[in-house]
């Protein structure tokens, strides 16, 4: 089925293209956040909202998972642009209420864009569709979970449910709705993670025993070179280039290895520093390696191979003592294999896989070589592709080659997306039963299940085959967010029952389940008073510090519960003879995180070191003792082959992205400013070479059509072709629009991650 531009965004008739952005951030930035602020929320909810973004005592943003500085050195506003719009989105006056749900029916929401959907406002009313009607209906809380806890009940097993998260999600919430997963008896807990870090999680705990990333935000401070691979920090962690300026201007060297220049990495303008608001900024990245997509893997294998100096033909000299040996003996396992395998490097391959000639590879390898304190940063541009585990591999194999593991300034970094996705991972939520599990299980007297649940594309497959009926959503967008738009939008049709736990309407809310619930709830900015008293959460940001987040808004309507309540009330209907004290557990969280701190590991004492400003630091083995807990309780070099992707002629290599208006599923506007795109997200991003190979120019409209193995044709219609520096043979275009064109069955290798990055298409003129 082709999918083409919704009704409201009038096939994208006032898209305009000018020349893209030469620097990112600065005034425009301030301004457009508070343009984006007082259109939501009024002058006065602005400034009084936006005041308390990332302060002590105050919300944490629930824009990305970039770590605040420590209090005494936080700059006031603590926040940036596109911070400021996520949390206009959620602080916005808009409703939706049930009389706008009778005024729509769901045929007709499901012919409207994500935008449009998104821009009604916060949802007010627990509402429910029933078998066979078109319309949500109020429903009350109480029949609401009496409603999902038959259908639970009715199930012969509790693996024909599954329980999705997105990152907002707070621990508190994350952990009570595991335990509640768990109670019931199953482990299918797929999330957002699984289409994120999936990649990076399981990469980083194969070899250095644990999936989190070993940098601190003081380390990026002190970096010698920074390497930012695969990452659009501009648009999508703006307030990471404050941090890249700042390890800069003390001489830090910045590489950018990406397919496009983005404006952010090119230049920056501090819009938290006087000097920063006007001018063109400072250069950021002193080399940009424009690398094709999925020229990664090879890139590392060449840098380490240039390192070892098993390269017949290496500039010997500049790499004599690359290798810093005294690190590899005593804290790696598999050098002796590592360096075996970069025996005769096949240049030809590498140049066809990266697109980059050998000397820019030889220069950046020298960087390497000469820096004592080297971090590689990298995000989607990296785990989104079949070979996203062992590319990420050959990442921490050259930081092992030099060290970099466990001293100041160096590191690995894998930039987190969604504000607290790390934090409910360490909550337990996985489709992996947690080390701690059992123990949780006996201090509560719950039996729980062992065998691995399914993940986010597992649980896609389990739907369509009528293997799970019941889809419940903490948070997201899953219909949106997911692969293969048409096929996860019919297994979610075909479910019995479909439940989304939401702020704002959404794509998901449009395709139910025979019975579907929209389940409002509280968003981070809003005040939180349970019978306890009034409640804080926590979150965990994308470098293991945890911190407290108060809302103190009035919430959006007086219906609302907050996500702990819901799971608690859900559980209490469910599982009536559960040891589980669920109503403590919702009347003060406090109870919460004593049982956190008592199972999960690194919590000890949870609340008391919580309270403090800047709350406190996760244990890291490798980043404080250079311990590593995997299996030869060393850190393992490994060897993966090199991968050139096969394109065939004609066709072209598409990566699926960002704008700079968006919040993942959740369309801010129609503007990409820095690409030089306003009004229209319905484009795709050619070289012009290629363009003219392939017989197309600037303006074409075209249709784009993915080629996979399985031959199904799948096809996104009526996108405007934009010639763009982008490197040679590969295109882009946004998410959620191409979702379309991801196969499910196109995943990472090991990670099961949907190779969102990676999709061969062919252009067809519309
Ligand atoms: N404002 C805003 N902030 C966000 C989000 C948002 O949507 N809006 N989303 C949040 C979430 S959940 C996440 S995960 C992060 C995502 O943050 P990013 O990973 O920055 O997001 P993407 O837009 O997917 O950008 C991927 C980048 O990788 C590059 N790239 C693509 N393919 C390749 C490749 O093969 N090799 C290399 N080296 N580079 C490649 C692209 O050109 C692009 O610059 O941001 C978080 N923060
Ligand atoms: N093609 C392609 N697909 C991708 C990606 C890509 O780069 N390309 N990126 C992937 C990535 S990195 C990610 S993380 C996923 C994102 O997938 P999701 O996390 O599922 O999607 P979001 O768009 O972040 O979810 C937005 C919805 O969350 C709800 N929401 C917002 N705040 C709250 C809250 O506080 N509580 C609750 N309960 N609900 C809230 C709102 O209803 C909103 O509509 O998408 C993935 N999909
Ligand atoms: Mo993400």
Known sequence: MARSAPRDDAGDRDLRVDQPATSAAGLPGVTHALRAGVTQMGVRRTALTLARVNQAGGFDCPGCAWPEPAAQRRSHAEFCENGAKAVAEEATLRRVTPEFLAEHPISELATRSDHWLGQQGRLTHPMVRRPGTDHYTPISWDDAFRLIADELQGLDTPDRAAFYTSGRTSNEAAFLYQLFARSLGTNNLPDCSNMC?????????????????????????????????????????????????????????????????????????????????????????????QIRIGGD????????????????????????????????????????????????????????????????????????????????????????????????????????????????????????????VQGDRTMGIWHEPPAWLPALGRRLGVPVPTATGLDTVGAIRAMRDGEVRVFMAL???????????????????????????????????????????????????????????????TVEDSMSAVHASRGRLAPASDQLLSEVAIVARLARATLPDSP???????????????????????????????????????????????????????????????????????????????????????????????????????????????????????????????????????????????????????????????????????TAAGSNTPTSKQIVIRLEPA
């Open 197 to 289: 870090h999936e990649s990076s999680g399981v990469a980083l705990l194969s070899t250095i025993g644990i999936g989190k990333g070993s940098v601190t935000l003081d380390d990026l401070h002190r970096a010698k070179l920074i390497v930012v691979v695969g990452q659009n920090p501009g648009t999508n962690h703006p307030r990471m280039l404050s941090a890249l300026e700042r390890a800069k201007r003390d001489g830090a060297t910045i590489v950018a290895v990406n397919p496009l220049p983005e404006a952010g990495l090119m230049r920056f303008r501090n819009p938290q520093r006087p000097g920063g608001l006007v001018g063109a900024g400072t250069p950021l990245a002193d080399h940009f390696l």
């Open 580 to 746: 589980v004290p669920w109503e403590a557990y919702q009347a003060d969280y406090r109870a919460i995180r004593a049982i956190i701190a008592d199972v999960v590991p690194g919590f000890a004492d949870f609340e008391r070191r919580v309270a403090e400003p800047d709350g406190f630091v996760l244990p890291h083995p490798p980043r404080d003792r250079r311990t590593f807990a995997t299996a030869s309780g060393k850190a393992a070099f490994t060897v993966s082959p090199l991968t050139v992707i096969d394109v065939p002629p004609g066709r072209l290599l598409l990566q699926t992205m960002r704008s700079h208006d968006q919040y993942n599923t959740t369309i801010y506007g129609l503007d990409d400013r820095y690409r030089g795109i306003r009004g229209g997200r319905r484009v795709v991003f050619v070289h012009p070479d290629d363009l003219t190979a392939l017989g197309f120019t600037d303006g074409d409209q075209v249709d784009l059509v993915s080629e996979w193995s399985d031959r199904v044709e799948r096809r996104a219609s009526a996108f405007r072709v934009v010639s763009y520096p982008t490197a040679r043979g590969c295109a882009a275009a946004y998410f959620p629009e191409a979702n379309v064109l991801v196969p499910l069955d196109s």
């Open 475 to 537: 948070g997201g967008n899953f219909a949106a967010a997911s692969p293969d738009t048409d096929v996860t939008v019919a297994a979610l049709a075909s479910c019995a029952l479909t439940v989304h736990v939401s702020t704002k309407l959404n794509r998901s809310h449009t395709v139910p389940g025979a019975t579907s619930l929209i389940l409002p709830c509280l968003g981070r900015t809003e005040r939180d008073r349970q019978s306890g008293g009034d409640q804080f959460v």
């Open 297 to 420: 893997l090879a890139l590392f294998q060449a840098i380490g191979a240039l390192l070892v100096s098993a390269d017949a033909d290496a500039v010997d000299t500049d790499f004599a003592d690359a290798v810093d040996t005294d690190f590899v003996d005593t804290y790696t396992s598999g050098y002796a294999e590592y360096r075996a395998a970069r025996a005769g490097l096949d240049w030809a391959a590498v140049t066809a896989a990266t697109g980059l000639d050998r000397a820019q590879i030889v220069e950046v390898a020298r960087l390497f070589a000469a820096s004592d304190a080297t971090i590689v940063c990298w995000a989607m541009g990296l785990t989104q592709r079949q070979d996203s585990v062992d590319a990420i591999r050959e990442i921490v194999n050259v930081q092992l080659l030099r060290g970099m593991i466990g001293k100041p300034g160096a590191g690995l970094c894998p930039v987190r997306g969604h504000s607290n």
